[in-house]
């Protein structure tokens, strides 16, 4: 307590906070000891600020706020001419911790190993911004996050970027019990579908889901051409028609195929 206290002379004020900073290690007070120790980075200059800020970046660590850690080391680093291979692992420590990607490289490392969902959002978002290599496959991957947000982005992302009948991995989702993750998938359908999804596509036309009926009926007209009913919004009970007069017009279809075949 006599040493918290604030000095005119910067110098005086430095060493009362080190002292400081030493007395709370020995109680194992370490979050109270790397406050202190930014204190001193901010407070002096050259050297010794680094130091403060590195060993802040330490104590952060130590007790698992790799965020804060982050800020500190970047804090220890600035005006350091480091080698262009240290920059990019400063970088992606910045990006994995603070989830803020600066490349594509960035963004994929938080969307396959960041546990934030709201980090991998920020990936898939980073990702989505324009074509890379392997782009298909890596939001093929993203349909494997267990958060909802994140499959949706990816199969919006799909529909734009898969070519026309890969649709093995989006199939699936056409039946989520998530009509918004649905409906999303019928969209990637109806771009990149062909006959082959149609039962898929037609399963998943539900009558009582006015935004899944919309999508999956648009998804069947494109596939094959073929137009059944002409409201644009049908109620419930048209809704339902219409679901079971595709069932029979698809049937006979492939009846037909079938004997032509």
Known sequence: D??????????????????????LLQ??????AAAR?????????????KEWWQRASSLHEQL????RAT??????????????EEQRVVQ?????????PETVADALILLRHHTNPDVRLEG???????RFSKDVGTFEFALQDPDLRVVRLALDQLALRSPVGRTGAIRPFA????????????????????????PIILEAMDPEDRSQFTAARSAAEKITGHTLGVGLDPDFDERLNLRLAWWAWWKEESDAAKLGG
């Open 2 to 23: 006599i040493l918290d206290y604030t000095f005119a002379d910067p110098k005086e004020q430095a060493y009362a906070l080190s002292a400081i900073v030493t007395l």
């Open 175 to 198: 039946l989520n019990e998530d009509s918004e993750v649905a409906t999303a998938a019928l969209r990637a359908l109806a771009a990149l579908g062909t006959m082959d999804d149609m």
């Open 92 to 100: 992606r420590l910045h990006a994995f911790e603070l989830g803020q």
């Open 64 to 67: 698992g706020d790799l965020t």
């Open 27 to 32: 109680e194992d007070r370490k979050l109270e």
């Open 124 to 130: 898939v978002r980073y990702l989505a911004r324009d």
């Open 71 to 84: 800020i500190c080391i970047e804090r220890a680093l600035e005006g350091v001419d480091l080698r262009e």
């Open 37 to 49: 120790c930014e204190q001193l980075g901010n407070l002096t200059t050259g050297r010794a600020s």
